[in-house]
């Protein structure tokens, strides 16, 4: 009868070996069915459930091995790797430490260990199993190639670099170590290593998710989106199902408005009303550039948060009585954009303005710098560059620098960091400026607004508590326009007719707002509509979409980058600025009001589509505002159309410059300060944050 059970046994080991699992199985039954007892054939029949994904089964026959053989580290590794593919961390780790308790030296179970301790964040505990596996094998290839990913994590960039370079002398076929060389390339800044070594990953394995994911997103952070846009579409075209994986919908989005190509575009918007309904998860920065529903907005936010930023403990509890050590008030602001960029030219001279004798003013940065950063560093009381550092440090300094008030400038913006706001840096936190939205988060305690874009009956759509100020954007006053007069001529422009302008970035753009940019030229003989362009991309993109509305493609004339000074110059050839919706223009907004051009604008329900009617309430030029499709499109017809009309309108702008509330920056420092020493008060009164108004 042993023999024959035996018999039995080897055969069936002999069809597993060959990948006959179903008949393996089969095999291995009749062997317990005649020896319960049979260790072995438990084992080799977990073994055969793992191979098939039955988890479940497969655990349930490895440990009824074992309480026949308790001492098999084979048993007990493949214990730990069905556990580990079911997400029971602990226990796996626990399988993998019996195992190594038994056989010291096995190196698959130290970097199967070391794994499960990456998975469980426990990054110092993974490099030194990964470590003790090489040591033990040193041309284990996986094992460099998953250490350079623990290096990588942990911010240590030179030995991620070299255990990649490893992995691939190893195995130079392996297009996962690839993908390891380009992640520590790209962290080290050397992005175009990075590309040749992604593009080799996709060369050896032509749809790994992570190489695409990876190329595309450094591809969209050197703003080179005909690129992105090339291999998204390749990838799309051979797996339409990968666009509801991941982050690719978001990814592609924000590609085709970059370059406004809207082919398809009500069926790519689809997730965007289905929020909550599927597994994507959602930029909310994207989300904000084309919904006008703030039940949307609200929930895309916190559904990002809570993927993104969990709810973890701090332990950052200041003394109320004990924070201002000189009598002021200290407020940091934190942001990756102290450069060229809206938020520096907007905020630049109010860091000058505030009160030193009140409010001491200190400037974190994590972005690139240039000569704006320069005038900033020379406007703040203190500016301290934090670029690289890893989140926990930024949050030490901040606490040991005893910041009282931390304004986020960044939200979901490229580049920001919330995750040091979600660690809780400062007893207050609040939001301004660089999102337009509520952030869906519990740690951010205000969102500063007014009352034009967030209505008191719509502050049920916030998570935050909203601090009013009179008038919302912040502007540097002494901002200067070039004395160059652009001629029509040398910008493209025709001699006479009326000239439309927006200047936004074009993923501000989408079909509806281009729609009634069209109706508005034909409803305007011999006008031209002057635009931002990055490149020919958008440009071809934009006059077929023209043509397709029965409008002349060269009525539409596309401006370059220039300086900022001259940028501002050019606005003056134009007679009407055309705003975008729903996502407004905001800086571009008051850049054109700075310049002199009206701008015509079009509310909606969400923050981001009320921006512009903000400033234009607060420069006296209401009748620039509309709250739908039909009225926006009449309103520039009529001003199109009528001249001096719209020289009335300009001649009050102009009149209205030095005047307004928009452009008085000493007014609007003292306003923020009045919101700050509120914040502050109130959390030194142990109230909870609440809306606040100045």
């Not at 175009?192 to 997103?217: C, G, H, K, M, W």
């Not at 999102?435 to 305690?445: A, E, P, Q, S």
């Not at 054109?592 to 009320?610: I, K, N």
Request: proline share 4%; aromatic share 10%.
């Amino acid at each position: 009868m042993i023999l024959a059970i035996e018999q039995i046994f080897l055969q069936a080991v002999q069809l597993h070996q060959q990948g006959r699992l179903h008949d393996a199985k089969t095999g291995y039954e009749n062997v317990l069915k005649q020896q319960p007892t049979h260790a072995q054939a438990c084992y080799l029949l977990g073994v055969a459930n793992a191979q098939e994904k039955r988890f479940v089964e497969a655990e349930e026959w490895i440990q009824k091995s074992l309480t026949f053989e308790p001492d098999n580290p084979a048993a007990l590794c493949n214990l730990g790797n069905v556990q580990r593919e079911t997400l029971q961390f602990e226990s796996a780790a626990n399988s993998y430490t019996k195992a190594l308790q038994i056989s010291p030296q096995l190196p698959e179970a130290h970097h199967n260990l070391g794994i499960t301790y990456r998975e469980m964040g426990q990054i110092n505990d993974a490099i030194r199993c990964f470590e003790r596996a090489i040591a033990l094998r040193p041309d284990y290839s996986l094992a460099h190639c998953n250490l350079s990913q623990v290096f990588h994590e942990a911010h240590d960039q030179e030995k991620a670099f070299h255990h990649a370079h490893k992995a691939l002398e190893q195995q130079p076929q392996s297009a996962d170590a690839y993908v390891r060389l380009g992640d520590a390339l790209n962290a080290l800044k050397r992005e175009q290593e990075a590309i040749t070594a992604y593009l080799q990953a996709l060369q050896l394995s032509p749809f790994n998710a992570d190489a695409s994911i990876r190329l595309v997103n450094i591809y969209i952070a050197l703003q080179e989106y005909v690129k992105a846009h090339t291999l998204v579409k390749a990838l799309l075209a051979s797996d339409p199902t990968l666009l509801y994986k991941d982050t690719w919908w978001t990814q592609w989005l924000l590609i085709k408005s970059k370059l406004c190509d809207w082919a398809e575009w009500d069926e790519l918007l689809g997730p965007l009303e289905e929020a909550g309904k599927n597994d994507i998860v959602i930029n909310p920065f994207l989300s904000i550039t084309q919904s006008n529903s703030p039940t949307v907005l609200k929930k895309i936010a916190s559904q990002f948060a809570s993927k993104n930023y969990p709810p973890s403990p701090h332990n950052y509890n200041p003394d109320r009585n004990k924070e201002l050590d000189d009598d002021r008030i200290v407020v940091g602001y934190f942001s990756a954009d102290f450069r060229n960029h809206p938020i520096s030219f907007l905020m630049a001279e109010l860091f000058e303005l505030h009160d030193r004798k009140k409010f001491k003013i200190i400037c974190f940065s994590y972005g690139i710098e240039d000569e704006f950063t320069r005038k900033i560093r020379h406007a703040c009381e203190e500016f301290i560059d934090v670029s690289g550092w890893e989140d926990d440090v930024i949050v030490a300094l901040a606490r040991e620098k005893k910041i009282n008030i931390a304004v986020d400038l960044g939200g979901y913006t490229v580049h920001s960091k919330l995750g040091i706001f979600a660690k809780r840096l400062a007893p207050i936190q609040t939001s301004y400026l660089g999102y337009l939205g509520t952030l869906g988060v519990d740690f951010i305690d205000y969102l500063i607004a007014d009352e034009t874009i967030i209505p008191t009956e719509t502050q049920i759509n916030y998570t935050e508590k909203i601090a009013y100020l009179p008038c919302y954007q912040v502007n540097d006053s002494r901002r200067k326009i070039a004395d160059k007069i652009f001629t029509r001529s040398e910008l493209g422009l025709p001699k006479h007719g009326v000239v439309f302008c927006c200047f936004n970035n074009t993923f501000k753009f989408n079909p509806g707002t281009f729609n009634l940019w069209m109706r508005i030229l034909i409803g305007v003989p011999q006008s031209t509509m002057f635009l931002y362009a990055e490149n020919d991309i958008v440009e071809n993109n934009l006059r077929a979409q023209a043509k397709l509305l029965g409008v002349n493609p060269a009525r539409l004339v596309f401006g370059k980058r220039i300086s900022v000074p001259e940028y501002l110059a050019r606005y003056k050839v134009a007679d009407l600025f055309l705003d975008t919706f729903p996502f407004n223009a905001g800086t571009t907004a008051s850049d054109a009001l700075w310049a002199g051009v009206p701008v015509l604008t079009r509310t909606g329900d969400v923050f981001a589509s009320r921006v512009a009617c903000s400033l234009l309430n607060a420069m006296g030029l209401q009748e620039l505002i509309t709250d739908n499709a039909e009225d926006y499109v009449l309103k520039a017809i009529e001003l199109g159309n009528h001249p001096s009309k719209l020289a009335e309108i300009k001649a009050k702008l102009a009149h209205n410059i030095p005047t307004s509330d928009l452009f008085n920056t000493y007014k609007f420092a003292r306003s923020i300060e009045a919101l700050f020493a509120k914040m502050h008060e109130r959390h030194l009164s142990g109230l909870n944050p609440d809306v606040i108004k100045v």
